[in-house]
């Protein structure tokens, strides 16, 4: 895997007390509302990347989630959006699959969370690209960067 620059929005939350639960609805909700993946400049493709990034320790505590897209560059950001790169890493790959709207991307994180993984907490990171087109039939990829 090489490194992939991200353009997107995103948003501060943490598992804690739901907040996640409702915070990261509510940024798919703008991404989507507002057609933010029109507005980004120098898109490779259609995929939909979501990050967990800039953890202040663990899954237990708050952390930045960004919603975008991959970029040829970060030369180009627009006001109200931040650039990510995902570094080369140590990633063990999940896969959900099923009916987005049921869960499914939620449901493997649970597992994940349940897991011995030696988790980086650097990036982590899903893709929503062709697999996930039809919702009811989808499948995510789920990276979690390993120490």
């Known amino acids: 895997m090489q490194k992939i620059n991200i353009v997107g929005i995103s948003t501060r939350t943490?598992?804690?007390?739901?907040?996640?639960?409702k915070d990261i609805p509510a940024l798919w909700g703008r991404f989507m509302g507002e057609g933010i993946s029109k507005l980004i400049p120098n898109k490779i493709d259609e995929t939909i990347?979501?990050?967990?990034?800039?953890?202040?320790?663990d899954h237990t505590a708050p952390y930045n989630t960004i919603l975008g897209c991959a970029v040829r560059s970060l030369d180009e950001i627009p006001n109200g959006m931040v650039g990510k790169?995902?570094?080369?890493?140590?990633?063990?790959?999940?896969?959900?699959k099923g009916n987005i709207n049921e869960g499914i991307v939620f449901n493997e994180w649970v597992k994940i969370w349940n897991?011995?993984?030696?988790?980086?907490?650097?990036?982590?990171f899903e893709?929503?690209?062709?697999?996930?087109?039809?919702?009811?039939?989808?499948?995510?990829d789920i990276f979690i960067a390993l120490k």
């Open 127 to 140: 893709v929503y690209g062709a697999k996930a087109a039809n919702p009811e039939n989808a499948e995510v």
């Open 14 to 21: 943490s598992n804690n007390n739901g907040e996640a639960a």
């Open 49 to 57: 990347y979501c990050l967990y990034t800039d953890y202040e320790k």
């Open 115 to 124: 897991t011995d993984l030696n988790r980086a907490y650097t990036t982590d």
């Open 85 to 96: 790169v995902i570094e080369v890493a140590n990633y063990q790959q999940f896969t959900a």
